[in-house]
């Protein structure tokens, strides 16, 4: 296929989409499929410039992007807007900067529809260095929506703007196994749910201005996750 999003359009529900290594300059729409789009690699397959959206269709958990750098949108990277519960997982959100008029924050999670029960799954990335809030999280007041929800598990967030990791309004977000630091929680009407995970601690992150983000061996971090996880591939 030409493009990633052709491929999406030719395929069919349960489909699995390998897409290998290299830059993407595209708009990624799953348009309403439980597919999963995997890239070769998540330092080498990159979405440039374009967001992947999962807009106003009940996702199931089958529904997975795996392994994307997602940078440089004018936008936020990631939409689920009325958009089920997809798992996004060992993906790196870096580097974009929505506009005044575009979704908030670098993942954006939110809905007003009544039918669509809103609850993604973020695993195993990297969010960091992006101009506005790494991820925001919003049930919208005065419309018949059903409540929004996020889970996040062994992920990072670092460095991202308004100095918001995430922002939570009218809703519930889970934080599980996971660091935040240079960044707090903000709460709208929101509530945050903390699981083993370091906020506001110097993890010691080996080189985190270029990107590496594993822990030197004093950090404390080390053997501070739920000892009931899976143990790391």
């Known amino acids: 296929f030409e493009t ?3 491929a999406i359009d030719m395929a069919v529900d349960s489909d699995s989409i390998m897409v290998s290594e ?3 300059y595209e708009n990624i729409n799953f348009h309403g499929k439980n597919i999963s789009l995997i890239g070769e690699d998540r330092e080498t397959t990159i979405i440039d410039g374009g967001s992947v959206r999962f807009h106003q269709h009940p996702y199931d958990s089958f529904t997975l992007l795996e392994s994307f750098t997602i940078q440089n ?9 009325g958009g089920g519960a997809p798992t996004i997982r060992s993906c790196i959100i870096k580097n974009n900067t929505p506009t005044a008029s575009s979704w ?4 954006y999670v939110g809905s007003d529809d009544a039918d669509i029960d809103t609850r993604p799954v973020l695993e195993n990335c990297l969010i960091y260095d992006n101009e506005d809030y790494g991820m925001r999280v919003a049930t919208h007041a005065g419309v018949n929506a059903t409540p929004v929800s996020a889970e ?12 918001i ?3 939570a309004f009218n809703t519930n977000v889970n ?3 996971s660091i935040i630091f240079e960044n707090s929680l903000e709460s709208q009407g ?14 010691q992150f080996t080189d985190p201005d270029n990107g590496d983000f594993t822990l030197q061996p004093t950090s404390p971090c080390i053997d501070a996750g739920d000892p009931s996880s899976p143990l790391d591939p």
């Open 4 to 6: 990633i999003q052709y």
């Open 22 to 24: 290299g830059t993407y």
């Open 73 to 81: 949108a004018n936008d936020a990277a990631i939409i689920i807007y």
């Open 104 to 107: 908030e924050g670098a993942i």
């Open 152 to 163: 996040i598990k062994n992920s990072v967030f670092y460095n991202n703007g308004q100095d």
């Open 165 to 167: 990791a995430i922002l």
């Open 175 to 177: 934080i599980i196994n």
């Open 190 to 203: 929101g509530t945050f749910n903390l699981n083993h995970s370091l906020i506001d601690v110097n993890p």
